[in-house]
């Protein structure tokens, strides 16, 4: 059977850095994230006896957001690896299903990758979607987090809706993430600027495996919980000036973290020290906005909908910039009628 999920990007307003358990992707510490509007994957998956090998293929039919003609989706050719964790994918949904059978699989980014937003997030929460569905399995969208968890740690925050909360678990059955506020509960932005796209040197997988060796990790694993609660509160009350610092605190933090591992992980550029100035600047001047920054150079930039203008304003003072990608909270995982191919 063929099904076709949709499933977008996620930022972390609260991350998580390092695992206790690499196989099962089980995290150090509790995570909390936003959905992206406009960071999205769409993936097609059809599982037949016919098929002899699980191949993937390019999409033919285009893909158009609601149906009205959008931006080009890009579709990236995939290398070797990033093919084969994705075939071991599908063997791991398989075996559990114990469906027989190969997958045929076609996938498309709204974004390019190096973007600053994680790809394997929206990209195996789309798989892991689509695939159930073709095997004819009705899973909860626990179940369907933990396998995408599976497939990339972040993946499984783009499962539920909206504002979501990765409690980190002691076990692969609970280590799941859920939705704590919906999509429509806040209109934030995540406005992303590239300054760089070129494929990072150090994944995050990479990375993380060196966290035990920073002097700085149990101060941070300490602190967490309660910046969790912080965050937690400061989106139940629509508070942005608490959300934002709580969350800027976090950012940084970890990458104090990522700073002090051995060897150092140092993921920032010249533009990326020249926005996080600049943000501060703008604060001073009054404008609610802060920022937050992955396992790259590309800085995220939250604010309230009321100060999207004034923020892309700022932005084009900017220096270095390549892209800006505006998001909006958005939806978790979905499937649709539509398939590309
Ligand atoms: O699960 P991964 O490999 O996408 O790692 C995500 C790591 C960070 O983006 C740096 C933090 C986070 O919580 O998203």
């Known amino acids: 059977m063929k099904a076709t999920a949709v499933a977008p990007a996620n930022i972390a307003l609260i991350k998580y850095w390092g695992k206790k358990d690499a196989s099962l992707r089980l995290p150090l510490n509790a995570s909390l994230s936003m959905n992206l509007s406009d960071a999205y994957a769409v993936t097609t998956v059809d599982f037949s006896p016919i098929y002899t090998e699980h191949q993937i293929v ?9 149906s009205r003609p959008r ?16 075939f071991s994918h599908m063997d791991m949904m398989q075996k559990r299903a114990g469906v027989h059978g190969k997958a045929k699989i076609a996938t498309m980014n709204s974004f390019p990758k190096g973007t600053g937003i994680a790809s394997s997030a929206s990209g195996f929460a789309a798989l892991t979607a689509a695939a159930a569905a073709a095997l004819g399995l009705q899973y909860s969208e626990k179940e369907l987090s933990i396998l995408a968890r599976l497939g990339s740690g972040s993946a499984c925050r783009s499962i539920p809706d909206g504002f979501v909360l990765w409690e980190e678990g002691n076990s692969s059955e609970t280590s799941f993430a859920r939705s704590i506020f919906d999509h429509r509960w806040w209109d934030l932005r995540d406005i992303v600027i590239v ?3 070129g494929k990072k040197e150090i994944s995050s997988a990479a990375g993380m495996e060196q966290v035990g060796t920073s002097p700085k990790l149990s101060d941070r694993l300490a602190a967490v919980p309660n910046r969790i609660k912080r965050a937690i509160d400061a989106i139940a009350s629509k508070d942005i000036q ?14 104090a973290v990522m700073q002090s591992q051995v060897p150092a992980l140092y993921y920032w550029t010249e533009e990326t020290r020249e926005i996080m100035d600049a ?9 609610a906005v802060y920022f937050t920054i992955d396992a790259g150079p590309n800085v995220h930039l939250v604010c309230e909908g009321k100060n999207e203008k004034s923020v892309l304003e700022k932005v084009k003072e900017l220096s270095g910039v390549q892209r800006v990608i505006v998001n909006k909270p958005a939806r978790g995982v979905h499937l649709i009628a539509h398939h590309l191919y």
């Open 195 to 197: 300054v760089a796209s």
């Open 279 to 287: 943000v501060g600047q703008w604060r001073s001047g009054g404008l």
């Open 242 to 255: 608490t959300l934002g610092s709580v969350m800027e605190e976090d950012c940084l933090d970890m990458h």
């Open 58 to 66: 390019t999409p033919v039919a285009p893909f158009h957001k609601n």
């Open 71 to 86: 931006k080009v989706m890009k579709c990236e050719a995939l290398n070797q690896k990033e093919a084969g964790r994705i």
